[in-house]
Each structure stands twice: as C-alpha cells, then as structure tokens.
C-alpha cells in the first residue's frame, strides 16, 4: 500500500468546499434574483457606496420572500460576503470597493451554502 502524496491529502482535505450539484430548476429560479444582484452592485459601486450595511439591503432587497439571507464581513478591504439559501442551491459571492462576484450553485458538502468561518 502507497503512502497518499501531500497534494492528494490536501485535495481530499479541501473536498468540504466542493459544491454539490445544482438542479436546472433551482438554476433558473436563481438567474433572475442573480442578475438582479448584479445589478445592485453595478448601482452601489457606481455610488461609491461599500460596507456591509450597503450590499445587506442590496441582497435583502433581491432575496426571495422566507429566504435565508447570510452576510458576514469577508476580511480584506470592505469585502462583505452573503449568500441567500434558495430551495435546494445558493447564490453566494462578495462585494468590496474594487470587485464583486455572484454565483449560483449547490450546497457545499459541509451543508448550508457558505463554508464556515475559519476554514
């Protein structure tokens, strides 16, 4: 028996980020509230508005009604990081003063649509 290499151990060691897959109709259901996001952002970003008070009401404001809305401080600059829990996938990214990133996709294997803190 061989002995794993440090690269698979830490591939396997990584497989708690890994994002199940998402269903064609969870996708289209999250497209729109995505493109609105984006939107949102194009707003706040034109406004030089930044912080996590802002990109909240950016995401509240989209989010389907009973919809779980998570925002956390991401650390570096102003990033703030959300995601909003649809019926069987996530829309997760980020938002800070230079960039902002939206996506649609599955759980991730540790459960819930962001890793935890610390990881």
């Known amino acids: 028996m061989t002995m794993p290499s440090w690269e698979e151990k830490h591939a396997d060691n990584e497989t708690y980020r890994q994002r199940t897959t998402l269903s064609p109709e969870v996708a289209a259901q999250a497209k729109p509230v995505a493109e609105a996001l984006r939107a949102k952002f194009a707003d706040l970003r034109e406004r030089a508005l930044h912080g996590e008070a802002h990109v909240a009401k950016a995401v509240r404001a989209v989010a389907p009604p009973g919809t779980n809305v998570i925002i956390r401080a991401g ?11 649809l019926s069987g996938g996530c829309l997760t990214g980020f938002y800070d003063e230079r960039e902002s990133e939206v996506e649609v996709g599955g759980y991730v294997n540790d459960g819930g649509c962001l890793t935890a803190p610390g990881h």
């Open 75 to 85: 650390g570096a600059r102003s990033a703030v990081v959300f995601a909003i829990e």
